[in-house]
C-alpha cells in the first residue's frame, strides 16, 4: 500500500429538505427563506477520511446510515450540501446495476457508450472490446437491448465494462449482491487481483467479505462516522451492536405480548427437568417432507465447464450418491454421502491423485480433500484406455444459504511434484437452503447437543486445586 493519498474527504456533508406536503415546496418558494416549510435531514454529517493508493476500504452500516449517498459523492453523481472531496485519479463506479445504461440500446452499443461516460474514447474501448464480451459471458444477449436482460445480466455487462478501463478506484455498491456463483467468484478474483495496485471502496452488507477484502473498515451510523479503523474490530462491533439492538426490539415485542396458558405449562415443564438431550430439531421435519425441504440441492456435472491441464484424463461422470450408491438431488445435511467420480484416462499414469474442493461465492475453499495421502505409499497405476472410478465418502457439512461451485482435478504425481492431466472449474454447483443461524462458514452436523443443571456441591468439589503432596 502506497503512502499516496488518493481519495481526501474533508467535514463532507449532504443535506435534503423534507417536506410532509407537496405545496409547501410552492410556499418555501413564494416565502424566499422568510419562513421554513421543511425539515432538514442530514444523510451525512460531518465526514472526514483518507484514502491511500492501494487501499481497500469497507463501507458498512445498517439501511439509511448514508453509505450509498457517500458513494454518490465520492462519484460525482450527486453534489454535497457542504465539506470538500479530492480525489487524484480515474474512478470507475458500479453504484447501481446497469447505472448508465441505455435500456433501449444494445449491450454493445452500452459497452461503447457507457466505457465514453469512464473516460474512454473509441479506439481505447475498441482495443478492450473483446475482453468486456468475454468477462460478461452473457452471449448473445450483448446484441439484444439492456431493457431485456436480467438483473444479473446487467450486472456482469456493467462491471465486466468498469473492470477494464483502467480505473484507479473501483466504487461497488452492493454489485455483487446479484449473479451466479461462477460470476462472483470471477469478480472476487477480479477485486482480488486489482487491489495490489489500486485502490477499491466496497459498500456491503455481507461482513466476511468485508473482513476477507479490507484493509480498513468505516462503520457509518445515522449519517456519521461510528468507527474507522480494522476490519475484525470494526466488524465485530458493528454485529454487537446489531445484536443489540435487535434484541432490544424483540425485548420490547416480547413485554407486548400477552402469555398464554400452554406457554406456562411448558415453562414449567422445562423447569422440572434437570438433563435434556435433543438431536437438532429439523432431522425430523426433513424426514417427513423430504422432497419439500431438501437441505441442499444440486445440478449436474458440466463437462464444459472451462478446465485446463495436459489432457491426459478426463472426467466424465461427477454425482453425488448415497451408502447405496443412488444418485442423489438434494439432501439435509449431516448424513453420509458419497461424491463419485469417473474419469476416462487417455495416457498411461503411475500415480494419479483426484481431488475437489467446494467453493463459495468469494471464492473461499469450504471443504474437499483429494486422494494423495490414502495411497501415496500403494498408488494405482493406470493404462490409457481404463476407467478410474475416485470416491470420497463422508458426512456432508452445513452451509449457510446461498450457491456453492466444486473445483476438481486429476493429476498424476505427488501432491509437491505432478503433471496436472484436467483442472475443472465450477463442474457442479449446489444451491444450500439452510436457515439456521450459524454464523460461521462450514456449520458442524451435532450427533448430540444435551444441557444439565448440575449440583451446587459437585461443582464445588470438582473445582477444588489439588495438593500437590
Request: proline fraction near 4%; charged fraction near 25%; charge should be negative.
Amino acid at each position: 500500500m502506497s503512502s499516496e493519498v488518493i481519495v481526501d474527504v474533508k467535514n463532507l456533508s449532504k443535506k435534503y429538505e423534507i417536506y410532509s406536503q407537496p405545496y409547501h415546496r410552492l410556499l418555501q418558494t413564494l416565502f424566499m427563506g422568510h419562513r421554513q416549510f421543511y425539515k432538514e435531514f442530514y444523510a451525512l454529517k460531518d465526514i472526514t477520511f483518507t484514502v491511500r493508493k492501494g487501499e481497500c476500504i469497507g463501507i458498512i452500516g445498517r439501511n439509511g446510515a448514508g453509505k450509498s449517498t457517500l458513494l454518490q459523492v465520492l462519484a460525482e453523481t450527486l453534489y454535497p450540501t457542504s465539506g470538500e472531496v479530492n480525489i487524484n485519479g480515474r474512478i470507475a463506479a458500479l453504484l447501481e446495476l446497469g447505472s448508465g445504461f441505455n435500456p433501449e440500446f444494445t449491450g454493445v452499443e452500452n459497452i461503447y457508450m457507457y466505457g465514453a461516460i469512464l473516460g474512454l474514447n473509441n479506439q481505447q474501448i475498441n482495443e478492450r472490446y473483446q475482453k468486456i464480451v468475454d468477462f460478461a459471458d452473457i452471449g448473445d444477449a450483448i446484441n439484444q437491448p439492456v431493457k431485456t436482460y436480467s438483473s444479473g445480466m446487467a450486472m456482469r455487462l456493467a462491471f465486466a465494462v468498469a473492470a477494464h478501463i483502467d480505473a484507479d478506484i473501483l466504487i461497488v455498491d452492493e454489485a455483487l449482491a446479484v449473479g451466479d456463483v461462477v460470476f462472483v467468484q470471477k469478480c472476487f478474483a477480479f477485486l482480488r487481483n486489482f487491489i495490489k495496485d489500486h485502490t477499491v471502496i466496497l459498500v456491503t452488507h455481507d461482513i466476511a467479505s468485508v473482513r476477507d477484502l479490507c484493509d480498513r473498515v468505516i462503520w457509518l451510523k445515522d449519517g456519521r462516522i461510528e468507527a474507522d479503523g480494522d476490519p475484525r474490530i470494526v466488524t465485530d462491533d458493528y454485529l454487537a451492536y446489531c445484536y443489540e439492538d435487535t434484541s432490544k426490539a424483540e425485548a420490547q415485542s416480547e413485554v407486548e405480548a400477552e402469555e398464554t396458558p400452554a406457554e406456562t405449562a411448558v415453562e414449567k415443564s422445562a423447569e422440572e427437568k434437570t438433563v435434556t438431550k435433543s438431536v437438532d430439531p429439523r432431522a425430523e421435519l426433513w424426514q417427513e417432507r423430504w422432497e419439500s425441504v431438501p437441505q441442499y440441492r444440486f445440478f449436474e456435472f458440466d463437462e464444459n465447464a472451462p478446465s485446463f491441464g495436459k489432457g491426459g484424463a478426463k472426467m466424465r461422470r461427477v454425482t453425488f450418491c448415497d451408502e447405496e450408491g443412488n444418485q442423489l438431488h438434494a439432501v439435509a445435511g449431516g448424513e453420509r454421502v458419497r461424491l463419485v467420480f469417473e474419469i476416462d484416462i487417455l495416457e498411461d499414469m503411475v500415480s494419479p491423485i483426484v481431488g475437489f474442493a467446494f467453493r463459495n461465492q468469494r471464492g473461499e475453499n469450504l471443504f474437499g480433500d483429494n486422494t494423495f495421502e490414502c495411497y501415496q505409499n500403494n498408488p494405482v497405476p493406470l493404462k490409457a484406455g481404463e476407467v478410474l472410478e475416485a470416491v470420497f465418502e463422508f458426512e456432508m457439512p452445513r452451509l449457510p444459504s446461498g450457491e456453492y461451485a466444486m473445483h476438481a482435478a486429476i493429476a498424476d504425481g505427488t501432491q509437491d511434484e505432478h503433471v496436472q492431466h484436467q483442472w475443472f472449474h465450477n463442474c457442479l454447483t449446489m444451491t444450500s437452503l439452510y436457515h439456521g443461524k450459524t454464523g460461521v462458514l462450514v456449520g458442524i452436523p451435532m450427533h448430540e447437543i444435551s444441557l444439565k443443571r448440575m449440583d451446587k456441591s459437585t461443582t464445588a468439589e470438582n473445582t477444588e486445586p489439588e495438593n500437590p503432596a
